[in-house]
């Protein structure tokens, strides 16, 4: 039982029903990153997916990455650092489309990106419609310390794991703990769950 | 991780909006400097309330020190700032991230950039570095509004050794014909004038609002840091 701080009654947001455990809502998007935003001009820019075996299982060049058939998600985020934003509307393309046709037993995903950035998620995670390598958000180009020009968003977990700058993702037999998730945060990181640090 | 039980041992008024809460958390784990805690506010109905805060004490300090920005409509701050007293309680856990940490551990040159309330984990690495005796040169980039705005003011003085610690202050809004020193916000100049150059490879902190935290690990990058050695913290205008 929490103990009760006196005096304390609360702004008490409406929606509040709407997030998970701990969170609150903000309007505008607030940025947070380890290090300085990585400029990669877009003609040095492609996207890879490395299989299990370490072979290149597909690659594509920003021209060729914006050809494949686009999504537009709007869904709700969670950052670990308390807020949340509902209704955030991007557009990218579905990790199902990238996946297509790519032959893997791999359990784990390592997702990389500039600025020497990894964060890992069970490959279940990314199927099915709840993963996506997103180019826009809210009708723009995604700004680049959003995570422009490309991000990965996974909003069913904590929002560390949409990597931004993303470049691409490693299918691994073995879970490797990615950057904040070897820095005390944690594994899986569900937001519903308020997985937040090791031990939660 | 656990919720502990905190206590208000002290509060101190920084500046207008800033106010620095002394705890005592019996069970405290310890921490190092560079890193912040879950602050959790329950109400007599039940509710709750959670935000993170940086934690100014250095590693080892006898009391657990926030420093908080009040956000006038925030649900957490308001009271952090306004209405707890010597004797209130709430709840803590951590210390969390493992990142923007500084540990004292060799004698590397470190470069810390603070922008606002952006000073106060940058505030524990200073104190850790007095605290330890460190013979790692040290320089604080803090900006501030006025001088009114500077959090840790007379502190900030004494820890400035003229040896191994020193702080450079700009101040962006200040109209006192008083104040001598620099003015406007941290650009590349200042940090060619008052850093290190980039051969000496200091570790850089860099800490505050999010433009802030653009701008100056930008300007470090550009002037030949490597982007690897700059860790930023980044503080949202929703930090309430």
Partial sequence: MSIVSRGFRGRRQPGAGLIPPGQYIVDGFPVLSAGPTPFTPLEEWDFTIVDETGAVAARWTWDEFRELPAEAPTVDIHCVTKWSKLGTRWEGVSVDTLLDGIETSAEFVIAFADGDYTTNLPLADMRDGQAWVVYGFDGEELEPEHGGPARLLVPHLYFWKSAKWVRGLRLSDDDEPGFWESLGYHNYADPWREQRYWGD | ?240
């Fill in chain 2, 1 to 240: 991780m656990l919720w502990l039980v905190a206590t208000v041992a002290e509060t101190i008024a920084e500046t207008a909006r800033t106010t620095t809460l002394r705890l005592d958390v019996p069970v405290w784990p310890g921490h190092r400097a560079g890193q912040h805690v879950d602050v959790r506010l329950t109400a007599e109905d039940g509710y709750q309330a959670q935000r993170s805060y940086s934690i100014a004490s250095p590693p080892g300090a006898d009391r657990l020190e926030l420093t908080v920005v009040r956000i006038d409509d925030g649900d957490v701050s308001p009271y952090l700032t306004t209405v707890a007293e010597v004797g209130d309680q709430f709840e803590v856990r951590g210390p969390v991230g493992g990142w923007f940490v500084w540990d004292g551990d060799d004698t590397t040159p470190v470069l810390l950039v603070g922008g606002g309330s952006g000073v106060v984990p940058l505030m524990a690495m200073m104190r850790h570095h007095t605290r330890t005796g460190s013979t790692a040169a040290m320089q604080l980039v803090y900006s501030a509004r006025t001088l009114d705005d500077v959090i840790y003011r007379d502190e900030l003085t004494t820890l400035a050794d003229g040896g191994h610690r020193a702080v450079t202050l700009t101040l962006t809004r200040e109209a006192s014909p008083q104040w001598t020193g620099h003015c406007g916000r941290v650009d590349t100049d200042l940090l060619d004038e008052v850093g290190w150059p980039p051969p000496v490879r200091p570790r850089c902190y860099v800490c505050g609002p999010t433009p802030f935290v653009e701008a100056v690990s930008l300007a470090l990058v550009g002037l030949g840091h490597e982007a690897a050695r700059v860790k930023t913290e980044r503080f949202g205008p929703t930090g309430a």
